[in-house]
């Protein structure tokens, strides 16, 4: 079992940053994938971005150059740098973690972008 537990959402104007969080309760080492999806009202859920074991990040192309996913994989932290934030980043966010082909997920934090 997993536990994934996110901190970090609010609510932020246009153009400015906010940083999300995620604490596991195992050792990254022992997982294959980890990253982020969202989920706007409405709309089904998408992954803005992964980062395998050793290396490999894949954005969406909607955040490429806007979000940078940071994984620890000594603090067991899956971080979310999000810069210039658009009205259509609005969503809950959920850690994503994969471990011999079973998902987990975190409970969601909401991120709103208004003005």
């Known amino acids: 079992q997993v536990q994934l537990v996110e901190s970090g959402g609010g609510s932020v104007q246009p153009g400015e940053s906010l940083k999300l969080s995620c604490a596991a309760s195992v050792t990254l080492f022992s997982i294959e994938t980890v990253g982020w999806y969202r989920q706007a009202p409405g709309k089904e859920r998408e992954m803005v971005a992964i980062?395998?074991?050793?290396?490999?990040?894949i954005y969406a192309d909607s955040v490429q150059g806007r979000f940078t996913l940071s994984r620890d994989n000594v603090q067991n932290t899956i971080d979310l740098q999000m810069n210039s934030l658009k009205f259509e980043d609005t969503a809950v966010y959920f850690c994503?973690?994969?471990?011999?082909?079973?998902?987990?997920w975190g409970q969601g934090t909401q991120v709103t972008v208004s003005s």
């Open positions: 994503y973690a994969e471990v011999s082909r079973t998902t987990y």
């Open positions: 980062a395998k074991r050793y290396g490999s990040r």
